[in-house]
């Protein structure tokens, strides 16, 4: 299917042509200082990780053009990241696209296109990582009058505000290249997922539940991914977690989907003795599970969703990642996130199963040194947890 969709772009480019006056960057923003942009559909369509990595950029564009009407176009993991975010005017749901593998269907999302027809947009935006061919045609399907878009080997024609694609920059950077188009200075890098006072509470009632005293360190580790190439090893989560709980006031808690149960189980059945090991999985939602990472000391993950939603908060992280992908195109590292990521020939493959069965990316990755990183990590003195007169309040 590959080259057939390289044919269709090709084509596409050559026969879409844009409007000599829309190529200028600041063609846009002139029009919203004209009051010619009064609707705006956001369009974010992808998984946990690439919403989230949208959130820099759309936290600027609520800031500076939360006058107007903005909307969202989005799948059911999209609303729970955005749901609490302000100026969002109305949210569009399909809860059947990227819900799962074979589960997404065309109806739904047609559905909608024709109830957002109706709303008559003056512009659509799409997020760095609905750059496939059916995302700018789904904007243009919307009727928008201009569609702002990275145009990404060419497949997005349809976009007639189009983002020069640059590859080296990170999905963060991408996203933010969008805003100048708009008049829009980028406020911040950070990745943002605001929650309300009560995940905030039910939080902090699962942290009191494991951590007794102030000297108690929790590490939550979530060893689960949807991708095959990107897991780490059964038999290595044990040793680790051995390691680990060969410290008496450390404390470990496993995170995941339901659906990752058993995985999980097959790691904590053999930890289990110490009394120390705790499972959430499938027991919190993405908000609650942001601010128990944020409650604890250290966080272990695999290239996964909730390494984004660690990296929306301040607790140190380690972070296991395969080469699949260029280096630092999802995270960054820092004085709080250490990346382990090997070079291997086969790097930059972007395939969900190892084509060569191997994981060499990942089997290079030792015991050791994730031990010798998270240790580093836990020499900073451990925070009391707030009292529980103490009111919460939705944070960054």
């Known amino acids: 299917m590959r080259p057939l969709y390289h044919l269709v772009a090709s084509i596409g480019s050559r026969l879409v042509r844009r409007q000599p006056d829309m190529l200028r960057p600041e063609f846009?923003?002139?029009?919203?200082?004209?009051?010619?942009i009064k609707k705006i559909l956001i369009i974010a369509l992808q998984q946990l990780g690439d919403n989230l990595v949208f959130t820099p950029a759309l936290k600027s564009i609520t800031e500076h053009l939360g006058h107007l009407q903005l909307d969202m176009l989005v799948n059911s993991v999209g609303y729970e990241v955005y749901k609490h975010f302000p100026s969002i005017h109305r949210f569009y749901v399909d809860r059947t696209w990227y819900w799962g593998k074979g589960e997404r269907r065309i109806l739904p999302l047609l559905k909608l296109i024709l109830e957002l027809r109706k709303e008559k947009y003056d512009l659509a935006i799409l997020d760095a990582t609905c750059a496939a061919l059916k995302y700018p045609t789904i904007a243009f399907l919307t009727g928008a009058r201009y569609r702002l878009g990275i145009d990404q080997y060419q497949r997005g024609f349809f976009n007639n505000i189009a983002v020069a694609y640059r590859e080296h920059l990170n999905l963060v950077e991408r996203n933010l290249s969008l805003l100048p188009f708009l008049g829009i200075t980028p406020s911040s890098e950070y990745l943002f997922l605001p929650t309300s006072a009560q995940d905030r509470q039910d939080a902090l009632e699962m942290m009191r539940t494991i951590k007794q005293a102030d000297s108690d360190k929790v590490i939550v580790i979530h060893q689960?991914?949807?991708?095959?190439?990107?897991?780490?090893?059964?038999?290595?989560?044990?040793?680790?977690?051995?390691?680990?709980?060969?410290?008496?006031?450390?404390?470990?808690?496993?995170?995941?989907?339901?659906?990752?149960?058993?995985?999980?189980?097959?790691?904590?059945?053999?930890?289990?003795?110490?009394?120390?090991?705790?499972?959430?999985?499938?027991?919190?939602?993405?908000?609650?599970?942001?601010?128990?990472?944020?409650?604890?000391?250290?966080?272990?993950?695999?290239?996964?969703?909730?390494?984004?939603?660690?990296?929306?908060?301040?607790?140190?992280?380690?972070v296991l990642m395969s080469a699949i992908d260029r280096e630092h195109f999802w995270i960054q590292p820092s004085a709080r996130v250490t990346v382990l990521r090997k070079e291997v020939s086969c790097k930059y493959c972007s395939s969900e199963v190892c084509p060569l069965g191997t994981k060499e990316c990942m089997a290079l990755i030792s015991v050791d040194e994730v031990f010798e990183a998270a240790m580093a990590l836990l020499s900073q003195p451990a925070s009391p947890l707030p009292a529980p007169s103490e009111s919460a309040t939705e944070r960054q």
């Open 224 to 318: 689960g991914s949807n991708w095959s190439s990107k897991e780490w090893f059964t038999e290595r989560w044990v040793e680790l977690g051995q390691r680990l709980l060969a410290h008496s006031h450390f404390k470990l808690v496993f995170t995941g989907a339901a659906r990752e149960q058993a995985s999980v189980e097959a790691i904590t059945a053999q930890l289990s003795s110490s009394g120390r090991v705790f499972s959430l999985v499938g027991k919190t939602t993405i908000h609650q599970l942001k601010e128990f990472i944020e409650l604890s000391n250290l966080f272990i993950t695999l290239d996964t969703g909730p390494m984004h939603i660690g990296n929306c908060t301040q607790t140190p992280m380690v």
């Open 28 to 36: 846009l923003s002139e029009k919203i200082k004209a009051g010619e």
